[in-house]
């Protein structure tokens, strides 16, 4: 069973010990339905000020899930996330990987991708 609490608190005290404009984490949504997600998103957002870029249902997993296969976008308050695009991997097991295009604090556009693979 996950702690979310305990999730937050390690993921803002050591990966997050330097401060990142974006993340993106792999298994942060439950594997069996409805693919529940996992972290305490808010206390994530408070704690490190990156914000949960999978706004919009199409963006997520299912309705009750974070990301997409497991795989979620956190954004910092100078990005700003133009588009999502999900990508179904093939495999025996589901796989996903989320492509992103950012704008950066100086308006340059960025692309991020970020998946799990078996």
């Known amino acids: 069973m996950t702690d979310p609490a305990r999730t937050a608190d390690v993921l803002c005290r050591e990966?997050?010990?330097?401060?990142?404009?974006?993340?993106?984490l792999q298994e942060a949504d439950a594997e069996a339905p409805p693919h529940r997600g996992i972290l305490d998103l808010s206390e994530v957002e408070t704690r490190a000020g990156l914000a949960h870029a999978h706004l919009r249902k199409i963006d997520r997993w299912g309705a009750e899930s974070h990301g997409f296969h497991g795989v979620i976008l956190l954004a910092g308050p100078h990005v700003r996330v133009?588009?999502?695009?999900?990508?179904?991997?093939?495999?025996?097991?589901?796989?996903?990987?989320?492509?992103?295009?950012?704008?950066?604090?100086e308006g340059r556009p960025v692309r991020v991708v970020g998946g799990v693979a078996q």
């Open 82 to 105: 133009e588009d999502l695009a999900l990508v179904d991997l093939p495999g025996q097991c589901h796989r996903g990987a989320v492509i992103a295009d950012v704008t950066d604090a």
């Open 15 to 24: 990966v997050l010990a330097r401060p990142a404009d974006l993340l993106i």
